[in-house]
């Protein structure tokens, strides 16, 4: 069968954000190393089981996985939400900066936290206890509405790359276009809705939703850090 299918599930893998490996999506789709690896060569025709599984996996339809080349077609928003890219900077020693996000830049980061120009302007520093396979940054807490974290408090904050798999509850940062750089608790129906709704722990603000296709990032809290004692 004379199909970009091989080709395709290179491609697609090694576009995946943290540098996936064979073994690692092997073991997500519960395929054995060896048969994706005879997928990828060209070695094996693929099982049809296996073909609705990775489909999924990319978020692409079986026709295109099998007959267009997707190296050089645009990707579809779905693909996009599978294939999103961080923009990071690095250290002298390659190592993840951990950048912080000022108030004064705060505006800006809804539109510039995909240029690589804005984010390499960001301040950076090293925090030795947290771990070096994980990427970090840091956002300034504005309002009241995560109380008891005051205005003013420094929120660190662990990039999440799969959406999906935030657990109901889990406090977040979250960048939206509308709504700019929140910290909420989240409440994720984005694989039933396509929504998540986000909850403040002050009692005097209101429950609100949120389309994943306003979504920009998410941010898992890691911690924090306050001049002041909280209340």
């Not at 519960?30 to 693929?46: D, F, H, V």
């Not at 089981?49 to 999924?56: C, H």
């Not at 960001?122 to 509405?145: C, M």
């Not at 984005?190 to 990032?217: C, F, R, W």
């Amino acid at each position: 069968m004379d199909t970009f299918f091989s080709q395709n599930l290179q491609f697609l893998r090694k576009s995946l954000e943290g540098k996936v490996s064979q073994e690692k999506m092997a073991d997500e789709l519960m395929i054995k190393k060896s048969t994706l690896g005879s997928y990828e060569s060209g070695r094996a025709e693929p099982r049809y089981t296996d073909l609705v599984k990775l489909a999924e996996y990319f978020n692409v339809n079986i026709d295109e996985l099998l007959k267009e080349d997707l190296s050089v077609k645009s990707p579809s928003p779905k693909q996009e939400e599978r294939l999103r890219i961080l923009t990071t900077t690095v250290n002298i020693d390659n190592e993840e900066n951990i950048e912080y996000v000022p108030i004064k830049a705060v505006a800006g980061y809804v539109n510039g936290y995909g240029d690589l120009e804005y984010i390499s302007n960001l301040p950076v520093f090293n925090v030795p206890f947290l771990a070096k396979d994980k990427k970090y940054r840091v956002f300034p807490i504005q309002g009241d509405s995560m109380l008891p974290l005051r205005e003013g408090s420094l929120v660190f904050a662990e990039y999440v790359e799969n959406w999906k798999t935030v657990k109901d509850g889990t406090v977040c940062i979250v960048v939206t276009r509308s709504e700019g750089i929140v910290l909420k608790k989240v409440f994720n129906y984005l694989a039933e809705m396509n929504v998540l709704v986000l909850k403040s722990t002050n009692e005097h603000y209101a429950p609100y939703p949120v389309l994943g296709d306003d979504i920009q990032e998410l941010w898992k809290f890691v911690g924090y850090y306050s001049s002041k004692y909280p209340l």
